[in-house]
């Protein structure tokens, strides 16, 4: 039992390049998000899903894609990157909604940096 | 917007004594809240939460939280610190529509 899987653990980016974000769980989990980490800052939830087909906006959307064709896999999509977007980004999932009652799972992290 | 506010943006304890972690919450309806903890290179690990049941909650690893909505409060405690402690942690709101409020972090630093 993997848990929620994220590729790559790092990247280096140009500005104006693209790059998709890897997310996948095996935990079956109707629910995963996306959240970038900026030191000081907690986390920010970028977009979330509550089951294949369906996603919505977070707090910090703009400049992000997502898509769920399966239960498993919550890619994050940068079109346009910029040096506002280096973070580290944390991909999550639970099996209710929120959290409120059952904990979010996180990967590991990416850390990307926008030069 | 509900908001989480972590006191201390780092705290430094010795080896063997207590740990006090400070959080406070914007107040509204009742809250669910969490504390997770963030190792180096690693994704956040749920430590406990709270869901309006038993104010006092224990969660992992010894720590324990007490909700005292009179205060705000949802401060994290541990009586004896070990090194294996030294991480970011992270006090959690739960808001409606699937959205969560993380505090700013506080980073534990425990020395020998």
């Known amino acids: 039992n993997a848990g929620v899987t994220q590729t790559p653990k790092f990247r280096i980016l140009k500005i104006g390049q693209s790059m998709t974000l890897q997310c996948a769980q095996d935990?079956?989990?109707?629910?995963m998000y996306w959240y970038r980490q900026d030191p000081g800052m907690g986390l920010k939830l970028i977009y979330y899903?509550?089951?294949?087909?369906?996603?919505d906006k977070g707090e910090v959307p703009n400049g992000y894609n997502v898509s769920r064709s399966t239960t498993e896999d919550f890619p994050l999509r940068l079109e346009l990157a910029a040096p506002s977007q280096t973070s580290v980004y944390f991909c999550?999932?639970?099996?209710?909604?929120?959290?409120?009652?059952?904990?979010?799972?996180f990967g590991n992290g990416t850390r990307l940096t926008v030069t | 917007a509900q908001s989480v506010t972590q006191l201390d943006s780092h705290v430094s304890v010795s080896e063997g004594t207590p740990v006090l972690l400070r959080c406070n919450y914007s107040?509204?309806?009742?809250?669910?809240l969490f504390w997770y903890v963030q190792h180096p290179n690693k994704g956040l690990q749920l430590l406990l939460k709270?869901?309006?049941?038993?104010?006092l909650v224990k969660g992992i690893n010894g720590f324990e939280a007490e909700f005292k909505k009179s205060e705000t409060s949802f401060h994290l405690t541990k009586p004896s610190a070990h090194m294996s402690d030294a991480a970011e942690y992270f006090c959690?709101?739960?808001?409606?529509?699937?959205?969560?409020?993380f505090g700013g972090g506080t980073r534990l630093m425990v020395k020998p």
């Open positions: 107040s509204s309806y009742s809250p669910s």
């Open positions: 959690v709101r739960s808001n409606a529509g699937n959205m969560l409020t």
């Open positions: 709270y869901t309006s049941a038993a104010t």
């Open positions: 899903s509550v089951g294949a087909g369906i996603t």
């Open positions: 935990m079956n989990h109707n629910y």
């Open positions: 999550a999932s639970s099996d209710k909604e929120g959290g409120r009652d059952s904990p979010l799972h």
